[in-house]
Every structure is written in structure tokens, then in C-alpha cells.
């Protein structure tokens, strides 16, 4: 059964650091490119952070300078290491694995880990 499971989620003060981990399971992503999205309450789903199988990385404007994307292939992990947190980042955060181009989405998701970032 392939399996992708977030943790390191939790309740951080403005300013604060959280690193985020998925575990993949059941399947090899070390080719697979890899996400981060993320989705609060009243607002669509976003792409967070990608990283390609080359290592190349993509961050949407808002975590540019604070978030960052990296993989374990070893592990079969992706982790994002998340500072100087602001409320606005206060989400539901979703990993994700393995693009599909003609389904123009990603194969594999985990359920997802709340962040809450207090001001």
C-alpha cells in the first residue's frame, strides 16, 4: 500500500519555527517530483513548495526567504523547514508525490497536518 504521512505539525508563535516531515511508504519517489501544499479555511488549495528529482526547487512568493524544500531519497522522506512564521500560514499542510501530466495532478497525497501560527 503506498503511503505518504505528514507530521511535525503543531502551534507556533509568530516568529517561530516548525519543520515538516512526510514518510512515504509502499513505493520508491526518489524519481518522483515532490510538494508541499497547503489550504486554510475559505481559500483554494495552494502549491507551497515543489523539488524535482534533479533537486530543482519552486516556492510560491509568500515562503520565498523562509521556507525551504529538501528530500531524503535514502529516507524516502521530504521534509520543509518552516521560519519566521506568520499567521498567514496558518493552513492544513498536504504532501505530495509523483506527477501525473496526463491527469494533471499528483498520484499520491497524505492526509495532511495542521500548522497554526499565533500572533
Known amino acids: 500500500q503506498v503511503q505518504l504521512v505528514e507530521s511535525g505539525g503543531g502551534s507556533v508563535q509568530a516568529a517561530g519555527s516548525l519543520k515538516l516531515s512526510c514518510a512515504g511508504s509502499g513505493y520508491d519517489f526518489s524519481r518522483c517530483r515532490m510538494a508541499w501544499y497547503r489550504q486554510a479555511p475559505g481559500k483554494e488549495r495552494e502549491l507551497v513548495s515543489f523539488i524535482a528529482s534533479d533537486g530543482t526547487t519552486n516556492y510560491v512568493d509568500s515562503a520565498k526567504g523562509r521556507f525551504t524544500i529538501s528530500r531524503d531519497g535514502a529516507k524516502n522522506t521530504l521534509y520543509l523547514q518552516m521560519n519566521s512564521l506568520k499567521p498567514e500560514d496558518t493552513a492544513v499542510y498536504s504532501c505530495?508525490?509523483?506527477?501525473?501530466?496526463?491527469?494533471?495532478?499528483?498520484?499520491?497525497w497524505g492526509q495532511g497536518t495542521q500548522v497554526t501560527v499565533s500572533s
Open positions: 505530495a508525490a509523483c506527477y501525473n501530466f496526463i491527469a494533471q495532478t499528483y498520484n499520491y
